[in-house]
């Protein structure tokens, strides 16, 4: 009788088996091709770990529904946002490796402040920006980076602390890049009260 | 053998290839994460990744009449649209940029990505106390008497439920991916 198959499952998740299942599978290649294809499944969701799929971003399927001439929306919420307007303060490169950069500019214009940003994408698929600041002014007081909507920019979320001109951070896979694509510097008063935007930019200018 | 996603439902895919655009776009909804993921780790770039997105599902549109819907595992095909997107335009770029899959190491890295891609969406699908169980062990490395206690299951529920979900997995991946 062939071994059960609950207990190849538990055997390829590193489970002991029985002395009497061993010797059956030592005995049996239709029982160890099974575990061999349970062990290779087990084997790809530990090396998955917590990894996830990565949605494309809302604004993906109206362009290929628009190449296509379909006239069909999914259920998608209300995606069928228009494409942010090209932006004066940013300008684009892609340097044809594996990142995007782009600029921020000053947002008070007497200021020679700007940044520079990179997007890429590591092998997790997590999308990694890193930013640069070149100001003047106060070196002292926090600096936070926000990503900020383009359709209305009263709604931002905070992206996080730069460590003196420098920072790194993941963007969560929820955030359409598409919409929430102004990135802003912004730098906490001396005494601690209120934020003031130091340069800003709109990543759909690498795009 | 063909997995049970009501995407690949018969009278789905049969909608699809007599033009049915509703099918078309449940189609992409189901499928087009991990399109796109799998453009995302071999490119590297969000913009070329959803570029290889945009041309699989076109070119998915426009190829619907040449298939048969008896035959087809649609997640398979998109998959191997999205490859040979990818293959050509790692021949367009002459192999000179690195990230690209070229030559036969990339092939392998890819289809590495490949499998493992399956599996991480095939986990994803499945519902959430039979993820939650095979999480336990495949993450956390806990026995299935632990999970049982953990989870306040009986160890053979436990058992049974952790073999269903590897099998689902193993399925797809076979599937999709021709691996055996
Ligand atoms: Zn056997």
Same mark, same amino acid.
């Given at each position: 009788?062939?071994?059960d198959? =609950?207990?190849l499952?538990?055997?390829?998740?590193?489970?002991?088996?029985?002395?009497?299942?061993?010797?059956?599978?030592?005995?049996?290649?239709?029982?160890?091709?099974?575990?061999?294809g349970?062990?290779?499944?087990?084997?790809?969701g530990?090396?998955a770990?917590?990894?996830?799929?990565?949605?494309?971003?809302?604004?993906? %399927?109206?362009?290929?529904?628009?190449?296509?001439?379909?006239?069909v929306?999914?259920?998608?919420?209300?995606?069928a946002f228009?494409?942010?307007?090209?932006?004066?303060?940013?300008?684009?490169?892609?340097?044809?490796?594996?990142?995007a950069?782009?600029d921020?500019?000053a947002?008070?214009?007497?200021?020679?402040?700007?940044?520079?940003?990179?997007?890429?994408?590591?092998?997790?698929?997590?999308?990694?920006?890193?930013?640069?600041?070149?100001?003047d002014?106060?070196?002292?007081?926090?600096?936070?980076? %926000?990503?900020?909507?383009?359709?209305?920019p009263?709604?931002?979320?905070?992206?996080?602390?730069? =460590?003196?001109?420098?920072?790194? %951070?993941?963007?969560?896979?929820?955030?359409?890049?598409?919409l %929430?694509?102004?990135l802003?510097?912004s730098?906490r008063a001396?005494?601690?009260?209120?934020?003031?935007?130091?340069?800003?930019?709109?990543?759909a200018?690498?795009? | 053998?063909? @997995?049970?996603?009501?995407?690949?439902?018969?009278?789905?895919?049969?909608?699809?290839?007599?033009?049915?655009?509703?099918?078309?776009?449940?189609?992409?909804?189901?499928?087009?994460p /991990?399109?796109?993921s /799998?453009?995302?780790? @071999?490119l590297?770039?969000?913009?070329? +990744?959803e570029?290889?997105?945009e041309h699989?599902?076109?070119?998915a549109?426009d190829?619907r009449?040449?298939?048969?819907?008896?035959?087809?595992?649609v @997640?398979?095909?998109?998959?191997?649209l999205t490859h040979?997107?990818?293959? *050509?335009? +790692?021949?367009?770029?002459? *192999?000179?940029?690195?990230?690209?899959? *070229? *030559?036969?190491?990339g092939?392998?890295?890819?289809?590495?990505?490949?499998?493992?891609?399956s599996?991480?969406? !095939?986990?994803?699908h499945?519902?959430?106390?039979?993820?939650?169980?095979?999480?336990?062990?495949l993450?956390?490395?806990?026995?299935?008497?632990?999970?049982?206690?953990?989870?306040?299951?009986?160890?053979? +529920?436990?058992?049974?439920?952790?073999?269903?979900?590897?099998?689902t997995?193993?399925?797809?991946?076979?599937?999709?991916? !021709?691996?055996?």
């Amino acid at each position: 009788m062939h071994t059960d198959p =609950d207990l190849l499952s538990l055997a390829a998740l590193g489970e002991p088996l029985e002395p009497d299942d061993h010797a059956h599978l030592v005995g049996c290649a239709e029982c160890r091709d099974q575990l061999a294809g349970l062990q290779r499944v087990v084997e790809l969701g530990r090396e998955a770990g917590l990894e996830r799929l990565q949605e494309p971003p809302a604004h993906l %399927w109206d362009r290929i529904r628009d190449e296509l001439g379909l006239s069909v929306a999914p259920e998608r919420g209300a995606d069928a946002f228009p494409p942010p307007p090209a932006p004066a303060s940013a300008t684009g490169r892609t340097d044809g490796s594996d990142r995007a950069g782009f600029d921020l500019g000053a947002v008070d214009p007497t200021s020679r402040a700007t940044a520079s940003v990179t997007l890429s994408v590591d092998g997790h698929g997590r999308r990694i920006l890193q930013l640069a600041l070149e100001a003047d002014g106060p070196q002292h007081g926090l600096r936070h980076a %926000w990503l900020v909507r383009h359709d209305d920019p009263s709604r931002r979320e905070l992206l996080g602390m730069l =460590d003196g001109p420098f920072g790194v %951070w993941t963007i969560d896979q929820s955030l359409d890049l598409g919409l %929430w694509s102004v990135l802003e510097v912004s730098q906490r008063a001396e005494d601690g009260v209120g934020d003031e935007a130091l340069v800003r930019g709109d990543l759909a200018a690498i795009s | 053998m063909v @997995s049970t996603h009501d995407e690949d439902d018969p009278a789905v895919v049969a909608a699809f290839v007599a033009g049915d655009a509703d099918a078309f776009a449940r189609i992409y909804e189901r499928w087009s994460p /991990l399109v796109y993921s /799998l453009a995302l780790r @071999s490119l590297k770039q969000i913009r070329a +990744a959803e570029d290889v997105t945009e041309h699989v599902f076109t070119t998915a549109w426009d190829r619907r009449a040449s298939i048969d819907p008896d035959q087809l595992v649609v @997640s398979a095909w998109l998959i191997r649209l999205t490859h040979d997107e990818l293959a *050509g335009r +790692a021949d367009a770029a002459g *192999g000179a940029v690195t990230t690209a899959p *070229g *030559g036969p190491a990339g092939e392998a890295a890819e289809q590495d990505i490949i499998e493992r891609l399956s599996v991480t969406d !095939g986990l994803t699908h499945l519902d959430a106390p039979d993820r939650r169980v095979l999480q336990l062990a495949l993450v956390d490395h806990l026995s299935h008497d632990e999970i049982a206690e953990r989870t306040n299951l009986p160890p053979l +529920a436990v058992r049974a439920k952790i073999h269903q979900s590897l099998m689902t997995l193993r399925d797809q991946l076979e599937v999709q991916t !021709g691996a055996h």
